[in-house]
C-alpha cells in the first residue's frame, strides 16, 4: 500500500470489479479515457486478474476511511530507460475536483522517483480535459507537444497532449525526505 495525504493506493483486487464495472461503463467517467464500453463484470475480473498475474502496477484508489474512488496506474514501463507511462480515472464523481486525484498522483509519482529510480514519468489526455490539466500540471507535469488526431472519440478525431515530469524536477519540488534545501 502507497499512503499519500487524502488516499491510500491498494492493489487492484477481484473485490472492487463491481466498482470497476460501475465506473468504466458510466459515459461522463470514460469521456476521457481510452475504453471503449460496454464492460462486463466478467471482462473487468479477466483485467484484474491479468493485472496480478503480469505483475501490473495498477492501484485502486481508496479514501483514508478506505472506499474506493477510482484507479491509477504505469500502463507502460520501461526498466532499461526508467521511464513510465501512467494512467488515472476517478470514478466517483461526488470526488471529481476536490484534490483526490492530485494527491493519487503524487503518491504514485514519489513513488516512481525515489523507490523505483524512474527517470521520467509521462502521460496523454484529450487537449479539451481542463480539469485533468490542471491536475497534472499542479503535480508536475509540463506539457511537451500536441499529438493531432491520436485517437477517436464519439465518431471524431481528438488531439491529445503529451505531458511528463522528470525525476531531476520532481526533487526540485519534492526533496527527498531527511535531505536539506
Not at 83 to 107: N, Q, V
Request: aromatic fraction near 10%; glycine fraction near 8%; charged fraction near 30%.
Amino acid at each position: 500500500m502507497l499512503s499519500g495525504e487524502k488516499v491510500d493506493l491498494v492493489a487492484a483486487e477481484r473485490s472492487y470489479v463491481p466498482m470497476f464495472v460501475r465506473w468504466i461503463n458510466d459515459p461522463e467517467v470514460t469521456q476521457w479515457l481510452k475504453a471503449d464500453p460496454p464492460f462486463s463484470a466478467e471482462m473487468e475480473q479477466t483485467w484484474v486478474d491479468r493485472l496480478r498475474r503480469e505483475g501490473k502496477m495498477t492501484f485502486t484508489i481508496l479514501t483514508k476511511e478506505g472506499r474506493p474512488i477510482g484507479n491509477l496506474g504505469m500502463e507502460e514501463v520501461s526498466w532499461k530507460y526508467k521511464r513510465a507511462t501512467i494512467g488515472i480515472m476517478i470514478g466517483e464523481k461526488e470526488y471529481w475536483g476536490k484534490g483526490y486525484g492530485s494527491d493519487a498522483l503524487t503518491t504514485l509519482l514519489r513513488y516512481c522517483f525515489e523507490e523505483l529510480g524512474m527517470r521520467r514519468v509521462d502521460l496523454i489526455t484529450d487537449v479539451d480535459n481542463h480539469r485533468a490539466l490542471r491536475a497534472y500540471r499542479k503535480c508536475g507535469f509540463k506539457e511537451e507537444g500536441v499529438l493531432r488526431q491520436y485517437r477517436t472519440k464519439n465518431g471524431r478525431a481528438v488531439d491529445c497532449v503529451m505531458m511528463a515530469v522528470l525525476a531531476m524536477d520532481w526533487f526540485v519540488l519534492h526533496p527527498p525526505r531527511g535531505t536539506r534545501t
